[in-house]
């Protein structure tokens, strides 16, 4: 080795290290990450709706000994509890030694993803082909959601109550469903469009039938055929459709990505993939000093609105249960609670460096991203961390020997976005962001790096335990 010159010594004393994780992972914690991956690719592939996320992760909690919280029951340091909202959004606990008055240790993921709802009234015919209706849900590129598999996954409530889970076009033997493009022959008025016109929300219509019911001179029969077969297979009638909640998702299987196999490519990473290392580090608990927490929350892509997202009331409700079973005044807890809200930020992309501002920006296997701030135009609409719960979470990382980096999401007035840390953090508790780069974010299919995932994992860990 060359002796070190002057300034490279000063340098290594001075300089902030944003390592890689290829200078820094051994070929044992390479496998080990995608390893562990293994299992995160597994809950990726079940739950592709708020839903479902809440009935795998239901699944593995209870082999993990969580039950379902009662207010009225006392619970010991060690205790693992959960409570379901309605189905769609889950808080999951491990009762510390200390009272829930010492604040807890929260982290905050929301497991709804940008997708095609159908609408109340979806099923019609045009030119002999049956189609559904449908509104978009969150932050899409529309094109992008054109001649893709698509499966359709949701609920339907019967009028006499009975509750059908629907998911088809996941499975070989099933089909799927698609929405259609003009073909480039014919496509040149369209090709004028902008971009984000290019595929328009009424145009977001999916292909779902062609064959007539027997012809006796009626209308809409192939509307019919549609209602007969699922009425065959599942006792609904068209009118089952208003009260339904019925969503089309990529049909893409979940893969990993790359010669090397180091990425992982699947719909709905923002945000089960923040999601699954906050789960999988509270499962890793036994006993802990303060109370730690895991929200998977619904709503977060369209707001956080409504009685499953997190401007809803739940969480707070939840805080003033456990602080009246321990009689300590729930305000004690919230001021005192410190929270990593878990939530992708966006990872640079070689082929659209344009957006990006290099020093600030995420870079895959760099390891987890800390957000201190989110917003647009001037840090508009985002709690910005303070420095000292910054510096804090930062130390406890690099404490823990962990990889991690700071993210910005894109150049100073590029754009903006959000996460659920300002609503958390309106309640009086110290947040930040905390998550995992991914690339395509919000599209059909999200990239993520195994090492990234891996050291999210230990990251949640290291803040539970802290
Ligand atoms: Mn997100
Ligand atoms: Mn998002």
């Known amino acids: 080795m060359p002796k070190a010159t002057e300034s490279q010594k000063l340098k290594d004393k001075l300089f902030s290290k944003r390592p890689h994780a290829g ?26 709706t708020e839903r479902e996320v809440v009935e795998y992760a239901l699944k593995m909690a209870a082999e993990q000994g969580f039950t379902e919280y009662q207010a009225d029951k006392k619970y010991k340091p060690g ?36 997708r095609l709802d159908l609408k109340q009234n ?14 978009y849900y969150g932050g899409i590129k529309k094109y992008q959601w054109a001649t893709i598999p698509l499966a359709l996954h949701g609920v339907i409530i019967r009028a006499d109550g009975g509750k059908i889970d629907v998911r088809i076009g996941e499975e070989a ?9 003009l073909l480039p022959h014919l496509a040149a008025e369209q090709s004028k469009r902008t971009l984000s016109q290019g595929i328009k929300g009424e145009e977001l219509n999916v292909l779902v039938g062609s064959r007539p019911f027997r012809e006796d001179g009626g209308s809409e029969l192939v509307k019919l055929r549609i209602l007969q077969l699922l009425s065959e297979k599942y006792g609904i009638v068209e009118e089952d459709f208003l009260g339904a909640e019925l969503e089309l998702v990529p049909a893409f299987p979940v893969r990993d990505i790359g010669f090397d196999r180091s990425l992982i490519g699947g719909y709905g ?45 739940y969480f707070t409700h939840f805080v003033q249960a456990l602080c009246e079973a321990a009689e300590v005044p729930a305000r004690d807890c919230i001021v005192r609670t410190e ?39 001037g840090k508009s609409g985002t709690s910005d961390a303070s420095a000292e719960f910054t510096a804090k979470v930062l130390e406890i990382f690099r404490a823990a020997g962990l990889l991690r980096q700071t993210g910005e999401l894109g150049k100073v007035d590029e754009g903006g ?31 993520s790096a195994k090492a990234d995932i891996w050291m999210a994992h230990k990251a949640f860990g290291a803040f539970f335990l802290a």
């Open 417 to 447: 976005g959000g996460t659920v840390a300002k609503y958390l953090a309106n309640l009086g508790m110290d947040v930040i962001d905390v998550g995992v780069p991914v690339l395509s974010m919000h599209s059909p299919f999200e990239v």
């Open 173 to 181: 033997d099933e089909p799927q469903f698609c929405v259609t493009d």
């Open 79 to 114: 205790s693992k509890i959960y409570v379901n909202n309605r189905g769609k959004a889950l808080i999951f606990a491990v009762i510390g030694k200390e009272k829930p008055d010492a604040g807890l240790r929260l982290a905050a993921a929301h497991i709804d993803s940008p």
């Open 23 to 48: 200078q820094v992972l051994t070929d044992a914690q390479w496998d080990e990450a995608a390893s562990y991956c293994e299992g995160y690719k597994t809950f990726l592939q079940a739950g592709k």
């Open 269 to 313: 990473q923002d945000d089960r993939v923040c999601a699954y290392p906050a789960l999988t580090a509270l499962f890793s608990l036994t006993t802990t000093q303060k109370t730690c927490v895991v929200i998977l929350a619904d709503k977060e892509e369209i707001g956080s609105d409504g009685n499953t997202g997190l401007q809803a009331a």
């Open 122 to 135: 979806p099923l019609y015919e045009e030119n002999e082909l049956a189609l559904l209706k449908t509104h």
């Open 339 to 377: 929270c990593l809200s878990a939530d992708v930020n966006a990872a640079f992309d070689p082929t659209w460096p344009g957006v990006m501002e290099k020093n600030n920006s995420a870079y895959l296997n760099k390891g987890v991203v800390v957000t201190k701030y989110t917003g647009s135009r």
